[in-house]
Structure formats: C-alpha cells, structure tokens
C-alpha cells in the first residue's frame, strides 16, 4: 500500500504502564435508585425526518462543504460485521463468518467513499475518523490495509488527525494490534459489557478478565494513545455487588479510558435479545440506578467524567481541550479541535453539512443497491433551524464542559435555565450567577439534565 502521508510520518508512542496510574480506593455505597434517563438526541430522531426531502438540497450543502476546500472533514465510516451477536446488542449488525461478505461490503463502501470525494474534492484534509461496528477488527489484515487505503486515496490522513476503531477484544492478538497503529489509528476501543461470567452467560458474551487484561496490555504496548473499554450498565444478572467486582477489576486493569453505556432492551426492534428471558431485565430506574452507581465508582478509583459516561484518567487530551475550551462533541464521542462537517459512510448512518443533516439508507441491501447504481444512499434528511442551533449548541456544551453559561440560554429560553437550576436541590448542579456547574453526582445525570432542553427542542419540523 503506498504511503500518501509522507509529509507527517506517524511515531510510535513509548509504551508506559498506565495501570499503576489509577489509584486503589474503596468502592461508594450505592446510590438510591434514580430517575430513569433518556439520551440526549444529538439530533432530531431519524424515524422524524422528511422522507421526502429533496436531494438537491442536500447536494447544495454538500456543494457548500466543497466551497471551503481548506476546512477539514470529519468521517464515520460504519461495519455493521460481527462473528456472533452478543444477546444484549442494541446494534443493527450482521453476523457472519463468511470473509467474502466483508469484501462485498468493503466493495460497496468504496462506491460511497468515491461518490463523496467526486463532489467534495479529492484528498480534503480530515481532522476525525472514527471507524466503527459491529466488528471492525473481524476483517483480516489485508481487509483492514483495504480499507485504510481506500480512504487514503480520497481523503488526506495526517498524523495528528483523531483516528480511532472499534474492536473485540475476543479477535485481537498483538500483531493485529501493531498493525492498526502502523495504519495510523491513534485511539482504540474494546467491547467489553462486563466481566462477570454470570452476567457474561445471560448477555451472550463470554470473555475472561485475562483475555480482556492481555488485550488492553498489549494495546498499550503497540503505542496507542489511548485504549478504552465499555461498560454496560443494567445488562440480566447485573446485580450491584456484581457490577462492583466488576469496578474493582477495571481498576487492576487499568485501560485509559472507560465509557460507560445504559442497556437498552428493545426486542422489538432488535429481536436478537427475544433471548433475554424478560424476568432478568431491569427496570429503567434500576439501570440509571447501576449507571449512577459506576459513575461514582469510577470518579472514587480517580477517572474523572467527560460527557455522558466517559470516565478517563488525569492528563487525557479530553481534559487538555476541555481546559483550553476545544473540547468537541461530535456523532462518535468527543475530540478536540475545532468543529467540522461530518460524513457517515454505511447503512444508517448521518451526515452533517452546516445546517442540513442527512440519514443513509438503513438497510444493508437496498443501501449497496443504491450506491451500486451510481446513487447516494441518502434516503431522508432534516434542516436545523435557528432555535434547534442554539439549543443544540447548550447541550453540547453541558455535556462536554459539565457546566451551562447563562448567556447560552437568554433570548426567551431562561425557563430552561431554571428547571436545570431546579437540580441544585438534587445534588446535581452548584449555581453561580453566570452558570450552572454539574456536581460530581450530577455527572451520572446528564441525560435528566438535559431533558428541559430535549423537550424545548421537540418541534415540527421546518419545511425544506
């Protein structure tokens, strides 16, 4: 594969052993159960966009994003592959043993990778890439320097771009791992869900605390940046004492990085988890209850918060660009540097382009008929109005400085201010006269939060 990032050659970090950075301390008593949360929407649910919205005025802001051939780029690059899935999954993915079906798939995500550079311009410079699944390392080492190759001949990878990739811990192995640094991935993240075998068995997913200790290891030997592991909070058989042992093990493991996500069970809509015998799943309130109890845990065993269930250790770059105030939240988590117009590639995926936000076709099939055509695979969009902006803009906000100025709230929208301030009362939020600070226990509330903010912005929406 040629080199086309002569101009920034990628070095190897020096390795160090992370884990005795994190300090040993006893885990909290937990929490009462809370209210039950809600995500926040990054953007108005898909199921609520136009259909019908025309592409061209898609096609305008892209046009638009062309027009500024200097601004960087943002990318999400989407494969819905896994081996097995796991009885818990919330994902729309594929299992699939079969390494053809990865090539057919890559073969498609190339047509969209070309479409998109033939309108935006070949080689613009990106500042983000996150690749994720499913299973992104399922595919083997020539998929994977495919894949990479590919968005090298359209898009510009500098060195000291934000690249990170999604992976099983259960499929990696240390020459695998070299070889995603070597391709110029900076940031890893392992699935994990829980370490428990009790819990392991009920949600599908068996992996040893060793297998998942090794992984982060040799990640960290290969010279990431930073290695990170989720959490599931509120999966069957998730009791607290289990979910403590859990804690506890995390802290001996040491990874850079722990996001904490809620179980959704939603069998309807993923009938994968009609496994799930209904009498093991908790209660809302019990799984915001389990997420509250983690986000305690992890702030006593010294990770400290960044948005909505990141927990990292002190001296992350999160903490550097939220102290110099260029922290971002984007569709794939947080990063630092200035805001950037974002690609999705892949079923279901979003886009966005100043004010437009587009949605790919969900479903694999149709999705690479379309692209196989010659066509865009965007099947429904929605435009931002100035009040959707500004609410938007105080979320991202909360989220990823943990604090909400008064002055983003002015102009007719002080009744927001206040039903957060309400909070105060709860523990969640300090007040001051130009903003509300989240508390350390408010932290695993953020969702609750920003619900007056969720509601505000539940609206018509505006015609095309």
Same mark, same amino acid.
């Given at each position: 594969?040629?080199?086309?990032?002569?101009?920034?050659?990628?070095?190897?970090?020096?390795?160090?052993?992370?884990?005795?950075m994190?300090?040993?301390?006893?885990?909290p008593?937990?929490?009462?159960?809370?209210?039950?949360?809600?995500?926040w929407?990054?953007?108005?649910?898909?199921?609520?966009?136009?259909?019908?919205?025309p592409?061209?005025?898609?096609?305008?802001?892209?046009?638009?994003?062309?027009?500024?051939?200097?601004?960087?780029?943002?990318?999400?690059?989407?494969?819905p592959?896994c081996?097995?899935?796991?009885?818990?999954?919330?994902?729309?993915?594929?299992?699939?043993?079969?390494?053809?079906?990865?090539?057919?798939?890559?073969?498609?995500?190339?047509?969209?990778?070309?479409l998109?550079?033939?309108?935006?311009?070949?080689?613009?410079?990106l500042?983000?890439?996150?690749?994720?699944?499913?299973?992104?390392?399922?595919l083997?080492?020539?998929?994977?320097?495919?894949?990479?190759?590919?968005?090298e001949?359209?898009?510009?990878?500098?060195?000291?771009?934000?690249?990170?990739?999604?992976?099983?811990?259960?499929?990696?192995?240390?020459?695998?791992?070299?070889?995603?640094?070597?391709?110029?991935?900076?940031?890893?993240?392992?699935?994990?869900?829980?370490?428990?075998?009790?819990?392991? $068995?009920? @949600?599908?997913?068996?992996?040893?605390? +060793?297998?998942? #200790?090794? /992984?982060?290891? *040799?990640? !960290?030997? &290969? =010279?990431?940046?930073?290695v990170?592991?989720?959490?599931?909070?509120?999966?069957?058989?998730?009791?607290?004492?289990?979910?403590?042992?859990?804690?506890?093990?995390?802290?001996?493991?040491?990874?850079?990085?722990?996001?904490?996500?809620?179980?959704?069970?939603?069998?309807?809509?993923?009938?994968?988890?009609?496994?799930?015998?209904?009498? $093991?799943? @908790?209660?809302?309130?019990?799984?915001? +209850?389990?997420? #509250?109890? /983690?986000?305690? *845990?992890? !702030?006593? &065993? =010294?990770?400290?918060?960044?948005?909505?269930?990141?927990?990292?250790?002190?001296?992350?770059?999160?903490?550097?660009?939220?102290?110099?105030?260029?922290?971002?939240?984007?569709?794939?988590?947080?990063?630092?540097?200035?805001?950037?117009?974002?690609?999705?590639?892949?079923?279901?995926?979003?886009?966005?382009?100043?004010?437009?936000?587009?949605?790919?076709?969900?479903?694999?099939?149709?999705?690479?008929?379309?692209?196989?055509?010659?066509?865009?695979?965007?099947? &429904?969009?929605?435009?931002?109005?100035?009040?959707?902006?500004?609410?938007?803009?105080?979320?991202?906000?909360?989220?990823?400085?943990?604090?909400?100025?008064?002055?983003?709230?002015?102009?007719?929208?002080?009744?927001?201010?206040?039903?957060?301030?309400?909070?105060?009362?709860?523990?969640?939020?300090a007040?001051?006269?130009?903003?509300?600070?989240?508390?350390?226990?408010?932290?695993?509330?953020?969702?609750?939060?920003?619900?007056?903010?969720?509601?505000?912005?539940?609206?018509?929406?505006?015609?095309?």
């Open positions: 594969m040629a080199d086309v990032r002569q101009e920034q050659p990628r070095q190897t970090a020096v390795w160090r052993p992370r884990a005795a994190v300090p040993r301390a006893r885990l008593v937990p929490p009462a159960p809370g209210k039950p949360g809600e995500v929407p990054v953007l108005p649910q898909p199921s609520e966009w136009r259909a019908s919205f592409l061209p005025t898609w096609m305008a802001a892209l046009d638009q994003v062309a027009s500024r051939p200097a601004q960087g780029l943002a990318i999400g690059i989407h494969l592959l081996a097995q899935r796991c009885a818990y999954c919330a994902h729309d993915v594929v299992a699939t043993g079969d390494g053809s079906a990865v090539d057919r798939y890559l073969d498609a995500l190339e047509i969209e990778l070309e998109a550079a033939s309108i935006l311009g070949t080689r613009r410079e500042l983000r890439l996150h690749v994720g699944g499913g299973t992104p390392n399922l083997d080492d020539a998929q994977l320097g495919r894949l990479v190759e590919r968005v001949r359209h898009f510009r990878w500098p060195a000291d771009a934000e690249s990170s990739i999604d992976c099983d811990p259960r499929r990696s192995s240390r020459a695998q791992l070299a070889l995603l640094r070597a391709l110029g991935f900076r940031h890893l993240r392992f699935g994990m869900a829980d370490l428990d075998p009790g819990v392991q $068995a009920g @949600s599908g997913r068996l992996q040893s605390r +060793a297998l998942v #200790a090794e /992984a982060v290891l *040799a990640a !960290q030997q &290969a =010279g990431f940046d930073s990170a592991l989720d959490l599931v909070c509120g999966l069957p058989g998730q009791d607290t004492a289990r979910l403590a042992a859990t804690l506890e093990a995390l802290q001996r493991i040491g990874p850079d990085r722990i996001r904490c996500l809620r179980y959704v069970h939603d069998p309807a809509r993923y009938p994968g988890q009609r496994a799930v015998p209904c009498d $093991a799943v @908790s209660l809302a309130a019990e799984v915001d +209850a389990a997420f #509250a109890f /983690a986000a305690r *845990a992890l !702030q006593a &065993a =010294g990770y400290l918060p960044v948005g909505d269930g990141w927990f990292v250790l002190d001296g992350d770059p999160w903490l550097e660009a939220r102290a110099t105030g260029t922290l971002r939240r984007w569709l794939h988590g947080y990063a630092s540097g200035s805001a950037a117009d974002t690609l999705g590639f892949g079923p279901g995926r979003i886009s966005a382009a100043g004010a437009v936000l587009a949605r790919n076709e969900p479903l694999r099939g149709e999705w690479e008929r379309r692209l196989r055509d010659g066509r865009l695979p965007v099947v &429904a969009a929605h435009h931002r109005g100035a009040l959707e902006a500004r609410l938007h803009a105080a979320a991202d906000h909360l989220f990823a400085y943990h604090e909400l100025p008064r002055a983003l709230l002015g102009d007719g929208l002080e009744a927001i201010w206040d039903a957060i301030g309400a909070h105060a009362a709860d523990g969640w939020v007040r001051a006269p130009d903003r509300l600070r989240v508390t350390a226990e408010g932290c695993g509330h953020l969702p609750e939060l920003a619900r007056p903010l969720v509601a505000r912005a539940a609206r018509p929406l505006q015609p095309a």
